[in-house]
């Protein structure tokens, strides 16, 4: 038997203007026309966008839908709109149960009283009985770790501690549906871990709605994923490495960006013997396959100092996968002419699944000075299909027997 559908949001809009002036006017016509006009057909007027247009879908208990897209996307205006803190211009969102929101950092706490206080009030506007939050209050401040300041006002509170007051009442209160916003990039890594632990264990009980630009977050948890751009579902699917894969695209059609001093730059990038003439045709690489990168760097000044080579490998959650540096198995390189060719050939590579973006650079030994760094210098895929998201991946020795 299925589980229960806790939200369903069906056909949901909401557009904004642009100019406060044009909007306040908007808003006089709207009061007046809204009597006789139907509201559900608006085109749009001068100055004015869709933040969110037409988003539907449905949420049962024990689903982590994770809401992705770029800044400016609409995944905020989306989570209000759910959360009851503006309402849809066109649709409609159900929910079922009791609903608990970190969206914006410290929403929802009365700045003037202590945390001890904020915790009492966040309970009972999740419509639990004083008698319930009792019998909880002290998990949420034992969760939260702020104990020693519990009971001084929440607008002494860093940013860490509110985050850390208000994912603990979230949380322990386990509300049938839960809405996090990007609020965990706040703060320490250690509690971070521990909060994704804890939503692991509210999934199975709990219809959990989260935002995040950590990749390896959504990866983690969640067992669906909808992707915004310029406020439409541009993916939604259970395919959750498809889902990042779209994400990361944006990243492939930012190109080539050096900076640095200039006094070196990068040429004639190759690949595995194929040149790279267009950054959206990506070449393909196969797990446990050498990669070679062959290049040319250009001395732009004479008599540098002596420079070592970084190559990086980063995957499409922007996390270093893999480092190499000349200097550890060769000399320094003393430039003594205008173009030096360069060969790296890391061997056996295995990968993670998807994009992947090289960053090359050349930096002086003796000062530290970064004479060139060349960022997307080149984009490719790994077409493995099974290699998970962890940053690296072995084959192993392995020895099985029945």
Known sequence: MAAEVLVKVEGLSKKFCKDLKT?????????VSGITVSQANRELRDKE????????????????????GHNGAGKSTLLKILNGLINPDEGKVTMKGRVGALIELGAGF?????????????????????????????????????????????????????????????????????IIDEVLAVGDLG????????????????????????????????????????GENIFYSNDIPEGINKYSHYFVNSGLQEIGSGEISLKKLVLNDSIINNITDLPIFENGQNLKLTFELKINRP?????????????????EAVNCFSHL???????????????????SLFLNQGKHFITISAES??????????????????????????????PGQWNISS
Not at 207 to 225: D, E, G, Y
Not at 303 to 319: A, C, E, G, H, S
Not at 372 to 386: G, P, Q, R
Request: net charge negative; with cysteine; hydrophobic share 45%.
């Open 23 to 31: 909007s306040l006017w908007y808003g006089v016509k709207d009061l």
């Open 329 to 347: 198995t060769n000399e320094l390189i003393d430039p003594k002419t205008e173009i030096i060719n360069v060969e790296v050939v890391l061997n």
């Open 191 to 230: 509690f971070a871990f521990k909060c994704m632990n804890k939503i692991g264990e509210l999934i199975p009980n709990t219809a959990l709605i989260f935002v995040s630009h950590q990749m390896p977050q959504v990866a983690r948890i969640c067992n669906k994923l909808m992707l915004l751009e310029k």
């Open 110 to 178: 009365n700045p003037i009283l202590t945390g001890r206080e904020n915790i009492y009030n966040n309970g009972a506007v999740l419509g639990f009985t004083r008698k319930e939050i009792d019998a909880k209050v002290e998990e949420i401040i034992d969760f939260s770790e702020i104990r020693e300041f519990i009971d001084m006002p929440v607008q002494n509170y860093s940013s860490g501690m509110k985050v850390r007051l208000g994912f603990a009442v979230a949380a322990q209160m386990e509300p049938d549906v839960l």
């Open 303 to 319: 008599n540098l100092n002596p420079f070592f080579i970084i190559v990086k490998i980063y995957d499409q959650q922007m996390r």
């Open 49 to 68: 966008f869709w933040a969110v247009k037409d988003i539907s879908f449905e949420l049962r208990r024990g689903e982590c839908l994770g809401l992705i």
């Open 365 to 394: 030994k003796i000062d530290k000075r970064i004479y060139s760094h060349a960022t997307n210098a080149l984009v490719f895929n790994v077409s493995d299909e099974h290699c998970g998201f962890a940053t690296s991946t072995f």
